[in-house]
T-cell receptor, first 114, second 111 residues
Framework: AAGVIQSPRHLIKEKRETATLKCYPI?????VYWYQQGPGQDPQFLIS???????DKGSIPDRFSAQQFSDYHSELNMSSLELGDSALYFC?????????????FGPGTRLTVL | KQEVTQIPAALSVPEGENLVLNCSFT??????LQWFRQDPGKGLTSLLL?????REQTSGRLNASLDKSSGRSTLYIAASQPGDSATYLC??????????FGKGTTLSVSS
């Protein structure tokens, strides 16, 4: 069965640079969530999209932006990177209104800011 | 605002022991309660999902229960093995919303 795809899997950037993370949800899933997991921390919700519109916002810094495209893939754009942005970034997808509303997670993108 | 707490933060057991991991949540109006496994530096592996209308779910040596009224869920692992060593996270949400995670229980099973 198809799973959530995230790219790249690893990314190394310098401070003040820009990074773009991509998420390809499971086919026919209409909702995408982004989570950030810092070292030794639990995953924290950043932002979500439903049917290409922003659905909810969590603790996402103003330096970050995201969108969901017509093919339902999503991109998280991160500018003016800081050392504290080093983390594992997860994308999850689901079908809103489905019986279980289960979120399926991708393998994550590990971002290292030097 | 939903808060999820996991106790204990760390647990060490010898191989073969049965063990229980605890998860509590403050808002009983949840839709789903999910248990995940995470190996160091790796992604999240979904273990069990319990919907609010359910009491428990089982998968192999794992059994998760849910008591909404008391705001608690437990993950029971039978006959633990060294390969079970990992961090176990529980997370809760309402329908169509983001998951709120606990800080996890780090399990170490010695042979």
């Amino acid at each position: 069965a198809a799973g959530v795809i995230q790219s790249p899997r690893h990314l190394i950037k310098e401070k003040r640079e820009t990074a773009t993370l991509k998420c390809y949800p499971i086919p026919r899933h209409d909702t995408v969530y982004w989570y950030q997991q810092g070292p030794g921390q639990d995953p924290q919700f950043l932002i979500s999209f439903y049917e290409k519109m922003q659905s909810d916002k969590g603790s996402i810094p103003d330096r970050f932006s995201a969108q969901q495209f017509s093919d339902y893939h999503s991109e998280l754009n991160m500018s003016s990177l800081e050392l504290g942005d080093s983390a594992l970034y997860f994308c999850a997808s689901s079908v809103r209104g489905a019986l279980t509303d289960e979120q399926f997670f991708g393998p994550g993108t590990r971002l290292t800011v030097l | 605002k939903q808060e999820v707490t996991q106790i204990p933060a760390a647990l060490s057991v010898p191989e073969g022991e049965n063990l229980v991991l605890n998860c509590s949540f403050t808002d009983s109006a949840i839709y789903n309660l999910q248990w995940f496994r995470q190996d160091p530096g790796k992604g999240l592996t979904s273990l069990l999902l319990i919907q609010s209308s359910q009491r428990e779910q089982t998968s192999g040596r794992l059994n998760a229960s849910l008591d909404k009224s008391s705001g608690r869920s437990t993950l029971y692992i039978a006959a633990s093995q060294p390969g079970d060593s990992a961090t176990y996270l529980c997370a809760a949400n309402q329908a169509g919303t983001a998951l709120i995670f606990g800080k996890g229980t780090t399990l170490s099973v010695s042979s």
